[in-house]
């Protein structure tokens, strides 16, 4: 029930009450307007309710916070459009609910929109989100109301939900370099799909002979086969992914946030020196060690999107027990370990980690011997 429909409930029973004590024609005449207007309305609000569409969408599924602090403010589309050549929309109601299954935030909003005859508009929706996270988005329903506000009809309920990522601000976190990224003695046995390199043990492409193309490279088999000089151009090597365990043990969202910083700079530092990177985490929702493998920029905001179906921990030794249960103590060459949690009882041999970094993004960074 609108708040139309009870002041004009109100009006009614007033008129009533004075038709029966004044039975005259004037105040008959008005009951009987009284009693018609509705009709009316309801008329309009049908004819509207089959005039109007609404439709959702996100343009950018992707907001980054100007600051760590500070609030992000994704926003979403209403899109509508009044078909009508003579009813304008004066007043409808959109309910979005809203959450955040990372930090646990969620939240509600009611909007309002007016529409002119035959016009489409975009209402812009934005939505204030306080943390780090993938935030669904959706709108439960959305209503039309007639020019009295005495009636409303639904245009549209239960929309698909738009998820929409919230990243932090980037910052600048030193790596060191021989801890980090010292030659290994293995080969690479990873090679790109798009980019040639000059590795002969592994064959990226075969073309025809150009002038200026070394002798080497010529594909003597082939050359006899097809008739004429064919080259062989070698394969790119992919430099040995760094193993990045994620630690989600955090106090509250603030702490969250910066873990999450963290390993977003360290992973865009990472893509600027062309080094692939392999995420592991615990899922304690579904019991399971997640493992990412990231070698282009697209990839990481998908490891993030997987990344933030978690919650944050309290448990500051969950993810190197679960780790120790799940692979049974596979041994890795190197590895770096993000957290914002205190890691004073952590035994992390049990990671098998030949060369651990422990870096704590509040600021302290030791190794693991």
Same mark, same amino acid.
């Given at each position: 029930?609108?708040?139309?429909?009870?002041?004009?409930?109100?009006?009614?029973?007033?008129?009533?009450?004075?038709?029966?004590?004044?039975?005259e024609?004037?105040?008959v005449a008005? +009951?009987?307007?009284?009693?018609?207007v509705?009709?009316?309305? +309801?008329?309009f609000?049908?004819?509207?309710?089959?005039?109007?569409?609404?439709?959702?969408?996100?343009?950018?599924?992707?907001?980054?916070k100007?600051?760590?602090?500070?609030?992000?403010?994704?926003?979403?589309?209403?899109?509508?459009?009044?078909?009508?050549?003579?009813?304008?929309?004066?007043k409808?109601?959109? @309910?979005?609910?809203?959450?955040n299954?990372?930090?646990?935030?969620r939240?509600?909003?009611?909007?309002?929109?007016?529409?002119?005859?035959?016009?489409?508009?975009?209402?812009?929706?934005p939505?204030?989100?306080?943390?780090?996270?993938?935030?669904?988005?959706?709108?439960?329903?959305?209503k039309?109301?007639?020019?009295?506000?005495l009636?409303?009809?639904t245009?549209?309920?239960?929309y $698909?939900?738009?998820d929409?990522?919230?990243?932090?601000?980037?910052?600048?976190?030193y790596?060191g370099e021989?801890?980090?990224?010292?030659?290994t003695?293995?080969?690479?046995?990873?090679?790109?799909?798009?980019?040639k390199?000059?590795d002969?043990?592994?064959?990226?492409?075969?073309?025809?002979?150009?002038e200026?193309?070394?002798?080497?490279?010529?594909? @003597?088999?082939?050359?006899?086969?097809?008739?004429?000089?064919?080259?062989?151009?070698?394969?790119l090597?992919?430099?040995?992914?760094?193993?990045?365990?994620?630690?989600?043990?955090?106090?509250?969202g603030?702490q969250a946030?910066?873990?999450?910083?963290?390993?977003?700079s360290?992973?865009?530092?990472?893509?600027?020196?062309h080094?692939?990177?392999?995420?592991? @985490?615990?899922?304690?929702?579904?019991?399971?060690?997640?493992?990412?493998?990231?070698?282009?920029?697209e990839?990481?905001?998908?490891?993030?999107?997987?990344?933030?179906?978690?919650?944050?921990?309290?448990?500051?030794?969950?993810?190197v027990?679960?780790?120790?249960? @799940?692979?049974g103590?596979?041994?890795?060459?190197?590895?770096?370990? +993000?957290?914002?949690?205190?890691?004073?009882?952590?035994?992390? $041999?049990?990671?098998?980690?030949? $060369?651990?970094?422990?870096?704590d993004?509040?600021?302290?960074e030791?190794e693991?011997?």
């Open positions: 029930m609108t708040i139309g429909t009870v002041i004009y409930l109100f009006i009614l029973i007033v008129a009533v009450f004075v038709s029966i004590i004044c039975l024609y004037g105040t008005l +009951l009987g307007a009284l009693i018609l509705p009709l009316f309305m +309801l008329f609000v049908i004819l509207l309710k089959r005039s109007t569409t609404a439709e959702v969408d996100c343009r950018n599924p992707l907001a980054e100007d600051s760590l602090e500070g609030e992000a403010t994704p926003t979403i589309l209403l899109n509508l459009e009044n078909k009508s050549r003579f009813l304008p929309v004066q409808g109601v959109a @309910w979005i609910t809203y959450e299954h990372f930090s646990g935030e939240g509600r909003k009611k909007v309002r929109f007016s529409v002119d005859v035959g016009k489409k508009r975009s209402r812009r929706i939505i204030p989100i306080q943390h780090c996270g993938n935030v669904s988005v959706k709108v439960n329903r959305v039309v109301y007639d020019y009295m506000d009636f409303a009809l245009i549209g309920r239960d $698909d939900p738009q929409v990522l919230i990243m932090p601000p980037l910052t600048e976190i790596l021989n801890r980090l990224f010292r030659e003695n293995e080969d690479s046995d990873r090679f790109s799909l798009y980019k390199g000059d002969p043990s592994e064959i990226f492409d075969i073309r025809d002979y150009k200026g193309d070394r002798f080497q490279q010529i594909h @003597w088999k082939l050359t006899r086969k097809v008739g004429h000089l064919m080259v062989k151009e070698g394969s090597p992919l430099a040995r992914a760094v193993n990045i365990f994620i630690d989600l043990c955090a106090e509250n603030d946030d910066r873990l999450i910083q963290g390993v977003y360290i992973s865009m530092d990472l893509f600027s020196r080094i692939p990177q392999k995420f592991i @985490w615990y899922d304690k929702e579904n019991g399971l060690i997640q493992e990412a493998l990231v070698e282009q920029e990839e990481l905001y998908w490891m993030f999107e997987e990344l933030f179906k978690c919650q944050i921990s309290q448990d500051p030794n969950e993810l027990e679960a780790y120790f249960e @799940w692979e103590g596979r041994g890795m060459e190197m590895g770096l370990y +993000l957290t914002v949690a205190d890691h004073q009882e952590t035994n992390f $041999d049990v990671l098998e980690v030949a $060369d651990l970094t422990i870096m993004l509040g600021g302290r030791d693991a011997e």
